[in-house]
């Protein structure tokens, strides 16, 4: 990997520069964004529950489709919580 010198002189910024895009949660307060993520992570989790919880409601031990969606929403739910 070579070094390019030309990082090494000293550069004011642009003036002129304009800005492409505002990056998401800009003006937001640190603990208002982390409280969004808990919040978002929350409604996640009560979406994964009440999949599990109809999957296995719907459960037929005599259909193997019903055995498969269930195992299916109980080997995906761990991945989330940790």
């Given at each position: ?5 030309s990082?090494l002189l000293?550069?004011a ?8 895009a505002?990056?998401s949660g800009a ?6 964004r982390?409280?969004?993520?808990v ?10 529950r ?10 037929d031990?005599?259909?193997a ?6 195992q299916n ?9 940790h």
């Open positions: 990997m070579l070094f390019d010198s990082l000293g550069r910024p642009d003036p002129d520069a304009s800005v492409l505002v990056e003006g937001q307060t640190l603990e208002s982390f409280m969004n993520a919040a978002n992570l929350s409604a996640d989790f009560e979406g994964d009440a999949g599990i919880k109809a999957a296995a409601s719907r459960f031990p005599t259909d489709a019903s055995g498969i969606e269930l929403r109980l080997a995906v739910y761990p991945g989330g919580v």
